[in-house]
């Protein structure tokens, strides 16, 4: 008797088409995708970097989280699925991929929320939000709003 077969993960799918979106999003807004889905801390799996892209422009290097949802919810707040849990793990990939490249330059965080779904008429809306408070602690975060 052969094993069931697998229903794809639609979720995942999902995540990254949202992903591809960013990343497109990003290179028009003349970024350099330096890396996608970055693992850089052996000991945790969850510790997961979305993209990480240089900003030309500034001489930053950006660390980008990627939220994907089917649509835009009317009393929704910017940022709210970027749980408390979720920039602690964020901040401490960003930390381990910093220390294994030796980065010594600037560096900030992103986050860019995609709404919409993989073949839907219109293309997708994209929020890019920019310098996300993630290492308000970090002497080379760069905080153009201050």
Request: with cysteine; proline share 3%; hydrophobic share 40%.
């Amino acid at each position: 008797m052969s094993a069931p077969r697998r229903e794809p993960n639609v979720g995942v799918a999902h995540g990254a088409w949202g992903e591809d979106v960013a990343a497109a999003h990003l290179r028009l807004r003349g970024y350099e995708i330096v890396a996608r889905n970055v693992r850089p801390c052996r000991w945790d799996a969850r510790l997961e970097i979305d993209i990480i892209a240089y900003d030309k422009a500034h001489d930053v290097m950006v660390f980008v989280e990627v939220k994907q949802h089917r649509q835009r919810a009317a009393r929704a707040r910017r940022l709210q699925s970027v749980t408390r849990e979720k920039k602690r793990r964020l901040r401490t990939a960003c930390r381990a991929w910093l220390r294994r490249n030796r980065w010594q330059g600037a560096y900030r965080f992103d986050v860019v929320e995609v709404y919409g779904e993989p073949g839907m008429s219109g293309g997708a809306e994209v929020d890019h939000v920019e310098r996300v408070a993630l290492f308000a602690d970090a002497a080379r975060f760069v905080n153009w709003s201050e």
